[in-house]
Every structure is written in structure tokens, then in C-alpha cells.
């Protein structure tokens, strides 16, 4: 027996809910280009490789991070902590100066959030286009970590405190 197959507005509905119950890390992305800083949020960034160390970041091709990162040589994975969310709002502010909230230093030519849970500054490695997204590998120059920052996390739209989620036995 076949089962009735969703059409596209229905797999593509179901796969947005779905994904919408999947928390996040949230991470700002950031580079330098022509003189000009850029960043964006991301939720699409996991760890590659440990030898060698890199990172995979997942950028829409209409995004304004996408061509200054695609010609940048070097960019920044900031992670963010709690106490980031405002830079996080900021960030999804269009036309705003995403800059202008934080406080950002310049490692490696690119901006870097010096309160961030972690940075990891890598050297753009490889591009590769899928759907109506890039995926940019980057090769891992530099890495900075707070271990007193609890993450900022995104689940169902919204910001979310999970570092005082209780803990279950393992029952």
C-alpha cells in the first residue's frame, strides 16, 4: 500500500514547523569587505571537521552577508550568550547598523563580539551552492571561549533560557 504523497506547499509547511521546534544555537556571522562590515544571524552553522578544525556555515544567496562573505578570505562565527540578545535584535533589524550595539573588536581584520560565548575566526576554504543557500566552509585560524556564558537559544520564534531547564534522570 502507497501512502498519499504532501504536495510541495504541504512538505514545505510541515518541514517549517518542524523546524521551527528544533532549537538553536543563534550565531553571528561576521566579515569585512571593500572597507565595510557585515553580519548576519545564522542557526545553520555546525562544527565539520576537527582535523582540520572547521566549521560549515549555511547563508541564503539573498542574504547582504552573502557576496562580501563569498569574497572575503577570513570571516567570524560569533556564538551567542544571553546576554547577547540584544546585539541578536539588532541584528534583525534591516538597514540598521548591526555594529552599533556590542562590543566588537577586530581580530584577523574581521569584527568580533568580545562578549560572545565563543568566537571561531576562519579562513573561507571552500563555497558550495545548494537550493537558495551557500554553504561556506571555513578552515579555523582562531578560537575564543567563555565558559560562564550560558547560550542564547531559538525555539518556536522566540529567544529561550535553557540553561535553567531542569535536569532528567536517566531513567
Same mark, same amino acid.
Given at each position: =500500500?502507497? !501512502?498519499?504523497?504532501?504536495? @510541495? !506547499? !504541504?512538505?514545505?509547511?510541515?518541514? *517549517? =514547523?518542524?523546524? *521551527?521546534?528544533?532549537?538553536?544555537? $543563534? ?9 565595510? *562590515? ?12 576537527? #582535523? ?8 541564503? *544567496? ?10 572575503? +578570505?577570513?570571516?567570524? $562565527? ?6 547577547? @540578545?540584544?546585539?541578536?535584535? @539588532? ?5 540598521? #547598523?548591526?555594529? #552599533? ?27 558550495? !551552492? ?8 571555513? +578552515?579555523?585560524? #582562531? ?29
Amino acid at each position: =500500500m502507497t !501512502e498519499p504523497r504532501q504536495t @510541495r !506547499e !504541504e512538505l514545505l509547511d510541515s518541514f *517549517r =514547523m518542524a523546524m *521551527r521546534h528544533v532549537a538553536a544555537t $543563534v550565531y553571528a556571522v561576521t566579515t569585512r569587505h571593500d572597507g565595510g *562590515r557585515y553580519g548576519i544571524l545564522a542557526t545553520a552553522v555546525s562544527s565539520l571537521s576537527f #582535523d582540520p578544525p572547521s566549521l560549515l556555515v549555511c547563508v541564503n *544567496r539573498q542574504a547582504s552577508l552573502h557576496a562580501p562573505l563569498a569574497n572575503a +578570505e577570513v570571516f567570524c $562565527v560569533n556564538v551567542l550568550g544571553l546576554s547577547n @540578545r540584544d546585539v541578536a535584535e @539588532r541584528f534583525m533589524v534591516g538597514g540598521a #547598523d548591526r555594529f #552599533d550595539v556590542g562590543e566588537w573588536v577586530e581580530r584577523h581584520g574581521v569584527p568580533v563580539l568580545a562578549t560572545a560565548q565563543s568566537s571561531f575566526i576562519c579562513r573561507l576554504a571552500h563555497a558550495h !551552492e545548494f537550493g537558495t543557500h551557500s554553504i561556506f566552509i571555513g +578552515e579555523l585560524i #582562531d578560537a575564543h571561549h567563555r565558559a560562564d556564558a550560558p547560550p542564547l537559544t531559538y525555539y518556536d520564534r522566540r529567544y529561550i533560557d535553557i540553561s535553567e531547564a531542569p535536569e532528567r534522570s536517566a531513567d
